[in-house]
């Protein structure tokens, strides 16, 4: 059994915060993508998120400081006599001048040995380890940048060739892990878990700010002059927006409800827009020479200038 502690390299008064930033370091040095040709890193990553998931959950991380649990979550032997945790006998841990499975020793020596007439074998003879879970195994998912927005059902393919349809959490991002129970490698006392960290692939077009996805759409003079009715892309698929007459490059159109689905509800989309001059125009250019010497005003007064 491994301690925790040790394991992710913090001290026992180690903050949840500090575990957690520990966890991250170690995760990302040791992820299995990036060890490809080093199977310890593989086994160091599933130690490392077993100790993760212990220290992370409050209640088995105090039963393990109390000696109550090991490193691996599985009931210590408390002691003789003792009626719990700090109760007159020992702890794992403590200098006793002998350790718990020495008593199957010392009555051996009093009444004979484990298996005469004695009868003491069934309450101090060694202790037998309990079946060991299956190992953790380490699953990366890259996920369309739409489909991470949407939350739309990703098929992922298990190391048994078996496929799981997975439903993405609220709030979703890169580095996110998901947890499935029992989809890891078997072992005697159950199987371990498939650990699935996800990969939200970069848009060409859309970019991520906070829940809210950000476009930046080129439009017309005209367009932009007049207003009209155009055609916008969004995750869930294109819309009609209408652009305002007089619109200027820079402008921002919000769309509600078209965003990243986020832990409090879902963001928007917001639209800037980037007015489209055609450089070698005929007429756009006469029209310029026309205006170039009307007072127009200074769009740039504002700025000081």
């Known amino acids: 059994m491994a301690d925790p502690y040790a394991t992710l390299g913090v001290a026992r008064t180690a903050s949840e915060a500090d575990i957690k930033k520990a966890y991250r370091k170690l995760a990302k040095e040791l992820h299995p993508d990036r060890n490809k040709d080093n199977p310890k890193?593989?086994?160091?990553?599933?130690?490392?998120?077993?100790a993760y998931d212990l220290l992370n959950d409050k209640d088995k991380r105090?039963?393990?400081?109390?000696?109550?649990?090991?490193?691996?979550g599985n009931p210590t032997y408390a002691g003789f006599g003792a009626r719990g945790p700090g109760a007159g006998g020992f702890r794992p841990g403590q200098d006793q001048g002998f350790a718990a499975s020495d008593f199957g020793d010392i009555f051996e020596g009093i009444f004979g040995g484990r298996g005469g007439g004695g009868g003491f074998t069934g309450g101090f003879g060694r202790r037998q380890a309990p079946p060991q879970r299956g190992a953790n195994?380490?699953?990366?998912?890259?996920?369309?940048?739409?489909d991470a927005a949407a939350r739309r059902d990703q098929r992922i393919t298990l190391g048994d060739g078996k496929t799981i349809d997975l439903k993405l959490p609220a709030g979703v991002?890169?580095?996110?892990?998901?947890?499935?129970?029992?989809?890891?490698?078997p072992g005697s006392g159950?199987?371990?878990?498939?650990?699935?960290?996800?990969?939200?692939?970069?848009?060409?077009?859309?970019t991520r700010d906070g829940d809210d996805v950000r476009l930046d759409l080129p439009i017309t003079v005209p367009e932009a002059m007049l207003g009209g009715r155009v055609r916008v892309p969004t995750v869930d698929g294109p819309v009609t927006v209408t652009i305002p007459a007089g619109s200027t490059s820079g402008r921002v159109l919000r769309l509600k409800d078209k965003?990243?689905?986020g832990r409090?509800?879902?963001?928007?989309?917001?639209?800037?827009?980037?007015?489209?001059?055609?450089?070698?125009?005929?007429?756009?250019?006469?029209?310029?020479?026309?205006?170039?010497?009307?007072?127009?005003?200074?769009?740039?007064?504002?700025?000081?200038?």
């Open 137 to 146: 195994v380490a699953y990366r998912l890259r996920v369309p940048f739409e």
């Open 173 to 185: 991002e890169n580095g996110t892990q998901m947890r499935l129970a029992g989809k890891g490698e």
């Open 259 to 261: 965003g990243f689905h």
């Open 190 to 206: 159950g199987a371990g878990d498939a650990i699935v960290t996800i990969e939200v692939v970069p848009h060409r077009f859309f």
């Open 264 to 305: 409090n509800g879902r963001g928007s989309q917001l639209v800037t827009l980037l007015v489209d001059v055609p450089k070698d125009d005929p007429d756009m250019l006469a029209v310029a020479e026309k205006l170039k010497d009307r007072d127009l005003g200074n769009p740039r007064a504002a700025l000081g200038v």
């Open 41 to 50: 890193a593989s086994e160091r990553f599933s130690l490392v998120t077993a």
């Open 62 to 72: 105090a039963r393990f400081d109390r000696g109550e649990i090991d490193g691996d």
